[in-house]
């Protein structure tokens, strides 16, 4: 009794799953590009008004420091042996707030160049977090300058009758407003580098 023999035909493999193949990483690698195109965009706008906030944070700090520094006003009486005269160098909290308004300007100015690399290479995590940690440190020297500087005000405005210290902003008018201005400057430094912070911890999220 003869045996049938079965013949099995092999195909070439198909050519159809290989270009699915290569359809669907395409489509991977191009949704992978958009999304990194749309993030450094987005970045890039961050990191432009973290720029302009810079310059406007630098403006408000060098006006506080030398507004500071500037204080002085001498009464137009005096005696022999007195004369009736006050700046900014009598009050140690005053000669404080200068040099640290004077150290964040400077600051501020030295922070540029990275702030310039972040916008060309918006999706460079280290210039964002060398800036971010830095912030927040001068942004600590800020606040205890202006706050330190605001009680003095305060006193010179109001005085303290517990205390028996009369104000002397009724005798020295022009040295209590450009002191006044000058904390109202560094206060508005405080909310630029808190903007900034805030700035450059969205720019890290996505990292």
């Given amino acids: 009794m003869a045996k049938e023999s079965t013949t099995i035909e092999v195909g070439e493999p198909s050519t159809v799953t290989k270009s699915t193949s290569q359809v669907v990483v ?10 990194a195109t749309a993030g450094g965009g987005y970045k890039r706008g961050l ?20 507004l500071m520094y500037t204080a002085e006003e001498t009464l137009p009486f005096f ?7 006050a700046g900014y160098d009598d009050f140690a909290t005053f000669q404080f707030f200068v040099i640290a308004i004077a150290i964040v300007a400077s600051y501020l100015v030295l922070s540029l160049p ?6 060309i290479r918006p999706l460079a995590a280290a210039p964002r977090l060398i800036l971010l940690i830095s912030d927040t440190v001068v942004v600590t020297l800020t606040t205890s300058a202006a706050a330190a500087a605001a009680a003095i005000v305060y006193l010179a405005h109001n005085g303290n009758p517990n205390t028996n210290w009369l104000p002397i902003c ?3 008018g022009d040295f209590c407003q450009a002191t006044s201005t000058a904390v109202v400057a ?14 450059s911890a969205i720019a890290l999220k996505r990292h």
């Fill in 186 to 199: 560094a206060s508005i430094s405080v909310v630029f580098f808190i903007a900034l912070i805030v700035i």
């Fill in 79 to 85: 005696t022999q042996f007195l004369q009736f005269q």
């Fill in 114 to 119: 990275f702030s310039i690399v972040t916008i």
């Fill in 170 to 172: 009724q005798q020295f």
């Fill in 26 to 35: 395409d489509d991977k690698k191009k949704k992978g590009f958009v999304a």
């Fill in 47 to 66: 990191a432009i008004f973290d720029f302009l906030l810079r310059l406007a944070a630098i403006i408000t700090t060098i006006t506080a420091s030398s």
